[in-house]
Every structure is written in structure tokens, then in C-alpha cells.
């Protein structure tokens, strides 16, 4: 068996797809996906009770375990379509290199909207928070929870516009197939910091070469994310 830990949000974006690959690659081997904060993921890497995570690093991250970033994740700004049109209509009129790509909004073009955002004392939300003070910019806040799928999902219908970090971009652009009311991404005006993904492992532990398959399906996501996030 396979052990691999994750946060929550992340665990519903990624490994649905991890787990059933795996399954036709490695009938034999079963995938145990477990969710926890950064912090446990940690403590049962040293454990000995995960094989692999992948998450945000802790400043308290212990010397016994490995990393190696897989994915310089970035944080994006979403609004729907009625939402732009009814507070920004300028940005509308912008010019896009393809579907996905608006540009990059100014916040302070949208202080009249309400917003969704993810728990504060993640790291996401902190170098945002450094940009909205450097700025002099208050949003409308009206929702706050760690579910950025969630927040698409309220976004679409017009609730209040949200945060969108690089992996939950998939989940975005499906939602997008469904719907007449798109939800435009931007890049934020001034924010440059990224909130960096790492796979984490004990170094004192042995990885079979499922480990090994299971960690190329997961750079190769990752990959492809970084392509999304590249014609943003």
C-alpha cells in the first residue's frame, strides 16, 4: 500500500485522477490518500505513517524529511462575467491572447465588490494581505473558508467574486464548459510572491516503483497546471 497525504483542498482537486491511474497501472497496489493540515502532514511523515505529501512548507519542517518543489503555484483573482460587467465593464474590453487570459487587475478597480477568502493565516493569504496593505486597498469581504472550489462555485453564480490559486485552475475552467456566466481569472496587480507546492518524504523510508509512478503522474499534473498558469 501506498500512503500519500495531502491538505484538504488539494486532495479533491488532485488525487481523484492519482488514484484511479494508479489503479490501472498498479492493480496490485492500493493508494491510502489521507487529508491534514501542513502541520500533521509533517508529523506523520516522521512517523512513518505517510509515504508521500505534497503541500506548503512550515517553518518547522523537520531536517528528516526531503523536498523538492513541484509546483511554483500562483494566486489569481476571479469574478463572473455578470459580476464584470456590472462593476469593471473596462476590463471586458481588454484584448485576451486566447479564452484564458485577461490580463492583470488592478484591486483597487474592485473594492466595490464583494470577495470570498481563504483562511488568513495561510500562506496565500498572507502575501496577499502584503499587497493589499502596500496598496492602501480594503475589499468587501464577505465569505472566509479554506474551499477555493467552493468559491468558484459561489463566484459563478454571481455571489461575490474569489482567490484562485494555480491548482484549482482545472476546476475552474470545467465549470466554465458548464455555464453561460465565465469566470474570468487575473492576475492580481502587484503580486508577485507565489505560494510554492512541495512533495515531501522521509528520506529514511524506501519507495517501491509504484512510489516512483505515482510521483511522475503527480509532477506531470502539476506540469500541466504550470502550463495554465503560464497563458494566464
Known sequence: MIHIGTTEGRFRMIMPDLIAEMGRIHPEKLVDGRMADAVMLR??????????????????????????????EKLYYVISENLLRRYAPVYLEKPEKDQQENGEA????????????????LHCMQILDEVLEEQGICLDCIHVSGHYDLHQQLAVRDYAACFCLGMYLPHLYRLNTETDNKLHVF?????????PV???????????????????????????????????
Not at 218 to 223: A, D, F, R, Y
Request: some cysteine; charged content about 35%; glycine content about 4%.
Open 106 to 121: 488592478d484591486l483597487r478597480d474592485f473594492v466595490s465588490v464583494p470577495v470570498m477568502r481563504s483562511l488568513p493565516h
Open 187 to 195: 492576475r492580481i496587480h502587484g503580486l508577485r510572491k507565489t505560494n
Open 198 to 232: 512541495y512533495l515531501l518524504r522521509n528520506r529514511d523510508r524506501k519507495l517501491s516503483p509504484a512510489h516512483a509512478d505515482l510521483i511522475r503522474l503527480l509532477k506531470e499534473t502539476c506540469l500541466e497546471i504550470e502550463k495554465m498558469q503560464d497563458r494566464i
Open 43 to 72: 508529523e506523520q511523515l516522521v512517523k512513518g505513517e505517510l509515504d508521500l505529501a505534497f503541500s506548503g512548507l512550515t517553518p518547522e519542517t523537520p531536517e528528516v524529511i526531503d523536498r523538492e518543489l513541484i509546483l511554483d
